[in-house]
C-alpha cells in the first residue's frame, strides 16, 4: 500500500518536530533552543523556515524569545484538566462565565445519548471555563427538560454547587459518565472565545453523564484548544467515587 507523503510546508514539518520534543520533555521548560543557523543546518533547510517555524510556536506559546539571549522553551508546561464534571470556582483557580441558557431541540448525538424521544426538548446550557483568568474551555451541556425544568438548572442564572448538586437534588444523583475524545478543526467561535491560534486543532470531548440505572441525564459537548492542554483521567475504586 502507498504510504501518504508530509506535503505540509517545510516550516509546519519542522514545527511539529519541535512542538513533539516540548511536549515529551526532550526540550525541557527553559531550555535554550540552537541558533537558527544550527537548526537549518539540521533540519536541511534555509534560515527562513526555521523563522516560520518558531514564528508558529511562539504563537502557541510553546517558545518565548529573551532579546539579547536567544529562544526558550516556554516555562510553562500543559496545563492539566482533569476529566471532572465540575470544577468548583475558587479566587485565582477555575472561574465560569454563562454566555446563555435556552431550551432547544438538541443536536442528534446529544439526543441519541440522552435516549430522547422525537421532539423531546432540552435545556442547554452554554459556558467558557476559565483558569487564573485565562479561556481553557467551551461548553455546551444539555438536560432533559422533563428532567431539570423549574430548577435551578433551566435558569439564566450560574448555579452554585454545579449542575451535579442540581441533580443531585433532582433525585438523580451522578453515577459515572463516559467520554468520547476526538480532535477536529475550530469553528470561528471556538477560535475566538479560547483565543486560539491559526491551524490549532480542538480536543472535543463528548460526555454522557449517568445517574441510577445507568439512566443518562447530562451530555455535553467540551471543546479545549489542543496545543496548551491536555486531559487527565484516573480510575477511581468504585464508581461511586464519582458522585458529588
Not at 53 to 58: S, V
Not at 74 to 92: E, I
Not at 168 to 181: E, M, N, S, Y
Request: with cysteine; proline share 9%.
Amino acid at each position: 500500500m502507498a504510504r501518504r507523503v508530509d506535503s505540509r510546508p517545510r516550516h509546519q514539518q519542522v514545527a511539529a518536530d519541535l512542538r513533539a520534543q516540548i511536549m515529551s520533555g526532550v526540550l525541557p521548560a527553559g531550555a535554550q533552543l540552537p541558533s537558527t543557523s544550527q537548526l537549518a543546518e539540521q533540519y536541511g533547510c534555509a534560515p527562513a523556515t526555521i523563522q516560520g517555524a518558531m514564528k508558529l510556536l511562539k504563537d502557541e506559546r510553546f517558545l518565548e524569545g529573551q532579546p539579547g539571549k536567544g529562544v526558550f522553551v516556554r516555562q510553562r508546561q500543559p496545563f492539566t484538566v482533569t476529566a471532572t464534571a465540575y470544577k468548583a470556582p475558587a479566587s485565582g483557580g477555575y472561574s465560569y462565565d454563562l454566555l446563555h441558557v435556552s431550551e432547544t431541540e438538541p443536536p442528534a448525538d446529544v439526543a441519541q445519548a440522552l435516549a430522547l424521544g422525537e421532539g423531546e426538548r432540552c435545556v442547554e446550557r452554554h459556558r467558557l471555563l476559565l483558569h487564573a483568568g485565562d479561556p481553557i474551555e467551551l461548553s455546551w451541556s444539555y438536560y432533559p427538560l422533563a428532567i431539570v425544568a423549574g430548577s435551578p438548572l433551566a435558569g439564566r442564572a450560574k448555579v452554585k454547587g454545579g449542575a451535579p448538586k442540581v441533580l443531585a437534588d433532582l433525585g438523580f444523583p451522578q453515577r459515572a459518565f463516559v467520554d468520547r475524545i476526538s480532535v477536529r478543526q475550530p469553528r470561528t467561535e471556538e477560535v475566538v472565545m479560547l483565543d486560539l491560534p491559526a491551524d490549532v486543532p480542538v480536543i472535543r470531548q463528548f460526555r454522557v453523564i449517568h445517574s441510577d440505572d445507568e439512566r443518562p441525564v447530562e451530555a455535553s459537548i467540551l471543546i479545549k484548544g489542543g496545543h496548551l492542554f491536555e486531559v487527565l483521567y484516573q480510575q477511581p475504586a468504585h464508581p461511586a467515587m464519582l458522585s458529588p
